[in-house]
């Protein structure tokens, strides 16, 4: 759900910067890079498809360095 809000932020902030978008290049890069996410977050919503959410995939990145992290600091 968090993730749902951090990208509907993100989408509010680019409608409203748009004109700003259209004329840099740097920020048209930006756009499209936070865009992909919001699509497929967009497309899983909408449509109630049980699709991967982005903290399954930061779980999948590090979840496993996570856990020897923690394994290190608990006391036996």
Do not use: C, H
Not at 35 to 58: C, Q, R, T, W
């Amino acid at each position: 759900m968090t993730e749902k809000i951090i990208i509907l932020f993100i989408i509010a902030f680019l409608y409203f910067d748009f004109r700003a978008i259209k004329q840099d290049k740097k920020l048209k890069r930006i756009y499209l890079v936070l865009s992909i996410p919001a699509v497929y977050l967009l497309y899983s919503f909408v449509f109630g498809k049980n699709l991967p959410n982005l903290d399954e995939f930061f779980y999948f990145i590090f979840g496993p360095l996570a856990e020897i992290v923690i394994s290190w600091l608990k006391v036996k």
